[in-house]
């Protein structure tokens, strides 16, 4: 059995996207207009965007909603003696304000300016911090190459939409529901 478990966070460890609600509570509290000029300042750089909406927002101010029972899973799994990492494309700051917010989270990986933790890449980061075999709770399409290479997906049971693209791209993996 792994002992380190990586968790993604968006839709997954929270059941919101973290960056989207970032830029719902900045457009309330500055308007479309002043919203609209970071766009442009930052020619439209995702990256970029998603970095200054996060360092601009009260993070502690948002109702996070996280998934209940995923985060009672990784308590008993820390009390275990597992080792649970944070690993998300969002922005450092986002990403830093969950790990910190959770106990149980021993390391925490973000998205840079050069570096997108998504798919092939998040799984080299994963890899090379693991020290044998490791679990990857996620959700997006980008994670199937991550289960492609451990070889079994897990997933929320309330994510229908990923369980129906897993058995359209008939990959062969065994489907883990949390």
């Given at each position: 059995?792994?002992?380190?478990?990586?968790?993604?966070?968006?839709?997954?460890?929270?059941?919101?996207?973290?960056?989207?609600?970032c830029?719902?509570?900045?457009?309330?509290?500055?308007g479309?207009?002043?919203?609209?000029?970071?766009?442009?300042?930052?020619?439209?750089?995702?990256?970029?965007?998603?970095?200054?909406?996060?360092?601009?927002?009260?993070?502690?101010?948002?109702?996070?909603?996280?998934d209940?029972?995923?985060?009672?899973?990784?308590?008993?799994?820390?009390?275990?003696?597992?080792?649970?990492?944070?690993?998300t494309?969002?922005?450092?700051?986002?990403?830093?304000?969950?790990?910190?917010?959770?106990?149980?989270?021993?390391?925490?990986?973000?998205?840079?300016?050069?570096?997108?933790?998504?798919?092939?890449?998040?799984?080299?980061?994963?890899?090379?911090?693991?020290?044998?075999?490791?679990?990857?709770?996620?959700?997006?399409?980008?994670?199937?190459?991550?289960?492609?290479?451990?070889?079994?997906?897990?997933?929320?049971?309330?994510?229908?939409?990923?369980?129906?693209?897993?058995?359209?791209?008939?990959?062969?993996?065994?489907?883990?529901?949390?």
């Open positions: 059995m792994a002992s380190y478990l990586w968790i993604d966070l968006d839709k997954t460890l929270i059941k919101q996207d973290s960056s989207m609600t830029l719902k509570r900045l457009r309330r509290d500055l479309v207009l002043q919203l609209f000029e970071i766009i442009i300042r930052h020619r439209f750089n995702r990256f970029n965007i998603k970095s200054e909406v996060a360092d601009r927002v009260n993070l502690a101010s948002i109702d996070w909603i996280y209940e029972d995923l985060l009672e899973f990784l308590e008993n799994r820390f009390i275990e003696g597992f080792q649970i990492n944070l690993i494309a969002s922005s450092e700051t986002i990403a830093k304000f969950f790990a910190e917010t959770l106990p149980f989270i021993s390391e925490v990986y973000f998205s840079t300016n050069t570096l997108d933790m998504r798919g092939s890449v998040k799984y080299q980061v994963m890899k090379s911090k693991s020290y044998g075999d490791f679990e990857y709770f996620g959700n997006s399409l980008s994670d199937i190459k991550v289960w492609e290479r451990i070889g079994h997906a897990n997933i929320s049971k309330s994510n229908f939409r990923m369980r129906i693209a897993l058995f359209i791209t008939k990959k062969n993996l065994t489907i883990n529901l949390f």
